[in-house]
């Protein structure tokens, strides 16, 4: 299904998007894994899979320095790949009450969650047009969709990365790029680690599950929604509920 596809996830050191480093690449899938700087674990992880020699490139830089990401990014051009599908899966928790939380902080979160990946989309533009069928997806949260106390920072981050995505659907569809949204629930994944359980149990209670899921589940669905099941399917934010029937 993504054979000889060139995908560019970030993210990919833990979770969710390590998770779909593994699944693409038992696909057959070219991937170009974006990491945070120094992620030795995740460059030893990649090492020991037999299907190492699919990963073009890991890139380390930090997602909140612009020129890094550039200076990283000049890999693709110089190399002339075409990227056929982007996820914007990195992301960073943030849970305190407004009435504590810092507007530094807040836009410390949004760079991460939300400026980081419209300045990816920009700067991959041009590589993303050349593919027949351009896909890009970007991780967004149910937190973005329902209001959580202690959630201004993370959750109105993943809304603003999810109401972006409808709005670069509808200008990209003329180059054949589809831009979609999927928004995971409860995750167990380091950031629900940080999560206090009333939280934990009203994320559960608002997404009608008994226990969070797990990011193989979570990754299963991406890979559904980056297929071509999905070709005709433009601007949409898709929940697990959408695939659990």
């Given at each position: 299904m993504f054979v000889k596809k060139n995908i560019l996830i970030t993210g990919c050191s833990r979770g969710i998007g390590k998770s779909l480093v593994e699944k693409f690449l038992l696909q057959g899938a070219n991937l170009i894994c974006?990491?945070?700087?120094?992620?030795?674990?995740?460059?030893?992880?990649?090492?020991?899979?037999?299907?190492?020699?699919?990963?073009?490139?890991?890139?380390?830089?930090?997602?909140?320095?612009?020129?890094?990401?550039?200076?990283?990014?000049?890999?693709?051009?110089?190399?002339?790949?075409?990227?056929?599908?982007?996820?914007?899966?990195?992301?960073?928790?943030?849970?305190?009450?407004?009435?504590?939380?810092?507007?530094?902080?807040?836009?410390?979160?949004?760079?991460?969650?939300?400026?980081?990946?419209?300045k990816l989309v920009q700067l991959l533009l041009k590589s993303l047009k050349q593919s027949k069928d351009g896909v890009i997806i970007n991780i967004g949260s149910v937190s973005g969709l329902e209001p959580l106390r202690g959630n201004i920072s993370y959750g109105t981050s993943k809304a603003a990365l999810m109401f972006s995505t409808q709005i670069l659907a509808e200008e990209l569809k003329n180059y054949n790029i589809r831009v979609n949204s999927f928004a995971p629930s409860l995750t167990n994944t380091n950031m629900m680690s940080l999560m206090d359980e009333k939280s934990k149990k009203k994320l559960m209670k608002l997404s009608k599950i008994e226990k969070p899921y797990s990011v193989n589940e979570v990754a299963e669905k991406i890979l559904i929604l980056a297929s071509e099941k999905f070709t005709n399917i433009n601007g949409k934010i898709f929940t697990m509920k959408d695939f659990n029937g």
């Open positions: 974006c990491v945070r700087k120094n992620s030795n674990d995740f460059k030893n992880f990649i090492k020991k899979n037999k299907n190492s020699s699919n990963v073009l490139q890991i890139l380390e830089f930090d997602l909140k320095d612009e020129e890094e990401m550039k200076k990283s990014i000049k890999f693709i051009y110089e190399n002339k790949i075409n990227i056929d599908i982007l996820i914007n899966n990195a992301g960073v928790p943030q849970g305190s009450i407004f009435e504590m939380t810092p507007i530094k902080l807040i836009k410390e979160v949004f760079e991460i969650n939300f400026f980081s990946q419209l």
